[in-house]
């Protein structure tokens, strides 16, 4: 268990369910909290954690906070500076980067060469360089424990196994958001609103418009590729409505080992805090006798294209995935913004990743230029 925890996005919906975990694990220091621009939000939790460090994502929202807690002996800093300084703060023994898209790639890095452990949630930073942050990991001694619920399972699944030999492919599990079973004429006139009503989980909008077009999912199989030293030829998806199998291994004798439970984040955050160890947690057991039938079948490529273009990517490599992930960052905000319509985000991250000059290889800098240039490109496609 570590002693000492620094959340990177404390206001969002994975931060805020890290600190629920932490409010019931005293045990556990709070160092730093960082935010976007969620000034009283933040307030709040400086009041209850009593961080050393809140970073803000501007200077005018540090100010604001400032002010706000003046009382408290909190110090307010703001930006990428003050995010890595979070990141890699003395005390902490562990930093959950729950920030959402590229931002977090920088402090993770920054944490990995403090030797921290990682509770990884912000899975932007494995797609765009998963390559570079396991090389650097594999360096300094980083732990990296994934906070996802269905990269939590494959780990969990996993922890006996010493030879990844051993495992024939990876299954990740995927509820089909909210509009799984319909059509393409049917999705062309899906909304916002339709868009972030998923059925099983409770997030931030931007993952739930990804749950919406499969592109999480894509995500996520970039992820495990990195994550998991795995081809992408062994790492599969199945739609799984119920959300109670989080995620499975199959190994090459034939067994399936999968990781059940209720569809709540708070899970595989406090194993990420506890890890090697388990505890009592405060989320309400799987009741196989009540939690009814479960069902798998096929992802629908045809209608939901974003899923094999992120597989297409991932077997380019290169800047493709970063390229593909700033694209889709740029028109999920377009889509939220109701500038652009549900498969205009499909249509733009495919055009943007046309667009943008292919690096086989790619540095840190390569992998920054690509996500710029395609983030350009979609409002410039527009």
Known sequence: MVSCVSVLGSTGSIG???????????????????????????????????????????????????AEIADLPTRVSWGEEGLIEAAVMPQADCVITAVVGMVGLKP??????????IGLANKETLVCAGELVMAEAA???AEIVPVDSEHSAIFQCLMGCKDRREVKRLILTCSGGPFFGMTREQLTRVTKADALKHPNWKMGAKITVDCATLMNKGLEVIEAMRLYRMPLEQVDVVIHRQSIVHSMVEFV??????QLGTPDMRLPIQLALTYPERIACPVEGLDL??????????????????????????????????????????????????????????????????????????????????????????????
Request: proline share 4%; glycine share 4%; net charge neutral.
């Open 289 to 382: 006798l009540t939690c009814g039938s479960l069902s798998f079948c096929a992802p629908d490529l045809e209608n939901f294209p974003c899923l094999a273009l992120a597989r297409q990517c991932a077997k380019l490599g290169g800047t493709a995935c970063p390229a593909m992930n700033g694209a889709n960052e740029e028109a999920v905000a377009l889509f939220l913004e109701e500038k652009i319509g549900f498969y205009d985000i499909y249509r733009l991250v495919s055009q943007a990743v046309e667009a943008v000059p292919f690096v086989e290889n790619p540095s840190l800098e390569d992998i920054l230029t690509a996500d710029r240039q395609a983030r350009e490109a979609v409002r410039q496609l527009r």
């Open 253 to 258: 004798d034939g067994a399936v080992m999968a």
């Open 139 to 141: 360096r300094w001694g």
């Open 108 to 117: 993770t890095l920054a944490a990995i060469r403090a030797r921290k452990r």
């Open 16 to 66: 805020r369910q890290s600190l629920d975990i932490l409010s019931r694990l005293p045990q556990i220091r709070v160092a730093a909290l960082t935010a976007g621009t969620s000034v009283q939000r933040m307030a709040e939790q400086c009041r209850r954690f009593r961080p050393e460090l809140a970073v803000m994502a501007t200077e005018s929202a540090a100010d604001a906070l400032a």
